[in-house]
């Protein structure tokens, strides 16, 4: 069964500073997806990324950008010039591709504090 | 833009009881998937739907069902319902062609007395 592991429980931030969040992941697949969500305190779960496995070249959302690392099966989010509502747990998520096996796995999260 | 629409969004049961939990996809989205986020918790898959046919099943108990309709929304029921089904339930869709890019509705608060 495919794993994914997020690290840092808790990680803080400066606003305007920049910090990165590591997820890694366990599949012998070789087509997939993975996802950054965010999930604030509202509880929404809201897609900030999305990235495609057959895809070299790293997603980017504004001021969100990824570094996947194929062979070490790493999946890192980077957020730059952080804000505060940028504050709320993270989680990785992995997706296969195959058809009616397309459930989301999730990590156990990151809950990111932006201090003032 | 349309999102997913979760009814209700909170749902307060004793236990025994029965909930049914009722999700409304983003039009043209053919794939409903649930979720359950206990407290504390990452959210855990249970069961989607395509097309109204069920493609995939996680760790759902046999004291739940769900289906979807021929307007594609669909419902979860649950009875029996213990303590530990205490949690809040996503409902999230995805749109033909879109693979793998889930939106996820506001989740219904199930609290089970």
């Known amino acids: 069964a495919q794993t994914v592991t997020q690290s840092q429980p808790e990680m803080s931030v400066q606003e305007a500073e920049t910090v990165t969040l590591s997820c890694t992941y366990d599949?012998?697949?070789?087509?997939?997806?993975l996802f950054w969500y965010k999930q604030p305190p509202s509880r929404q779960m809201i897609l900030v990324i999305r990235?495609?496995?057959?895809?070299?070249q790293n997603a980017t959302e504004n001021r969100f950008s990824v570094n996947f690392q194929k062979a070490a099966k790493s999946f890192s989010l980077k957020i730059s010039d952080s804000q505060l509502g940028d504050a709320a747990m993270y989680f990785c998520a992995y997706d296969e591709s195959n058809f009616g096996n397309e459930k989301l796995t999730f990590g156990t999260g990151t809950r990111l504090t932006i201090i003032p | 833009a349309a999102g997913v629409i979760q009814s209700p969004r909170h749902l307060i049961k004793e236990k025994r009881e029965t909930a049914t939990l009722k999700c409304y996809p983003i039009?043209?989205?053919?794939?409903v998937y649930w979720y359950q986020q206990g407290p504390g918790q990452d959210p855990q898959f249970l069961i989607s739907?395509?097309?109204?046919?069920?493609?995939d099943k996680g760790s759902i108990p046999d004291r739940f069902s769900a289906q979807q309709f021929s307007d594609y929304h669909s419902e979860l029921n649950m009875s029996s319902l213990e303590l530990g089904d205490s949690a809040l339930y996503f409902c999230?869709?995805?749109?033909?062609?879109?693979?793998?890019?889930?939106?996820f509705g506001p989740g219904t608060r199930l609290t089970v007395l």
């Open positions: 990235q495609e496995a057959y895809k070299q």
């Open positions: 039009p043209r989205h053919d794939t």
């Open positions: 599949t012998s697949e070789s087509d997939y997806y």
């Open positions: 739907f395509y097309e109204k046919m069920q493609s």
């Open positions: 999230a869709s995805s749109p033909i062609g879109r693979k793998g890019e889930q939106f």
